[in-house]
């Protein structure tokens, strides 16, 4: 099992930085990537940013450039760096983790936090 806490969340002029974390707890052992998705009202839950076992990071092609995803070197905690926010990255964010190895995962998810870009 592994527990995940978001934090960081909040309101910011457009323009603006936000870092979000995610604490992790639980069995860190098996983590095979931990990501952060983002869900809008009326849209789907998005992958935005991920972070493998191998160190090797992925981003989506809205958030390229501007945010930036890193981890600690214990597997505790997930952070999102978040630079030069825009309004259409209004979103609830989730933390996810992906547990275990060769095909067989499970995914963990956090509770959500709210990011509001706004002037």
């Known amino acids: 099992q592994v527990h995940l806490v978001e934090s960081g969340g909040g309101l910011v002029q457009p323009g603006g930085s936000l870092r979000l974390s995610c604490a992790i707890s639980?069995?860190?052992?098996?983590?095979?990537?931990m990501g952060w998705y983002r869900q809008a009202p009326g849209n789907t839950r998005d992958l935005i940013a991920i972070?493998?076992?191998?160190?090797?990071?992925n981003y989506a092609d809205s958030v390229k450039g501007r945010f930036a995803i890193s981890r600690d070197n214990a597997w505790n905690t997930v952070y999102l760096q978040m630079n030069t926010l825009k309004p259409e990255d209004t979103a609830v964010y989730y933390c996810?983790?992906?547990?275990?190895?060769?095909?067989?995962?499970?995914?963990?998810w956090g509770q959500g936090t709210q990011v509001t870009v706004s002037s």
């Open positions: 639980g069995d860190v052992a098996r983590i095979y990537a």
């Open positions: 996810n983790v992906r547990v275990g190895e060769d095909g067989n995962y499970v995914d963990y």
């Open positions: 972070i493998f076992d191998n160190g090797r990071t």
